[in-house]
């Protein structure tokens, strides 16, 4: 199931990206906001690479931005091959999105508690990461749907008034016992 969840995350999270990412640009066309550079900001401080005061570097930022993106995919992955899947995962998933986000950009000093932020700036980044969740999640669940229900859902077909969400899920004698 593992080896399942790192490929398949690895797709999904990348996937979500780039759905992020074309939403971003549309946003952008119609405020007029710039491009953050947050990510490459954390990712030079993460690893000790020589700032760049002054200059855009384009690359960290990618590197960043579709690094942590396909790396999270693993963890909805994984969510998906469990049994956890849907609009309900999505949203927790959202939830550890935007946690990995603030404790990376908190903890190198790069970013400012969310609360600080303009209200504005807020919604923007929390409307940006659901976005990113939601999409990473329907790739996982569509690839986590092709190898059957997973263990969670399994439990949950033998269980009375409980739904699997996944449809007729077969019974076989090791899950009656």
Known sequence: ??????????LAGTAGAVVMTAGEKLEQ??????DSHVPARVL?????????PGRQPLARNWAMHYGQAAVLGVLRSAM??????GPLSSAKFAVVRLTNDQLLEN???VGAPPQTWPRKELAVDLLHKAV???????VADRLAARDGAGPGQRHAALRPGRRTGVGPVPRSDAFTR
């Open 44 to 52: 030079e401080r993460l690893t000790g690479m020589d700032e760049r």
């Open 132 to 138: 990113y969740a939601f999409a990473t999640g329907f």
């Open 29 to 34: 066309r119609l405020t007029g906001r710039p």
């Open 107 to 109: 903890a190198t000093g």
């Open 1 to 10: 199931m593992m080896k399942r969840a790192v490929w398949q995350g690895l």
């Open 80 to 85: 998906a091959q469990a049994g956890l899947r």
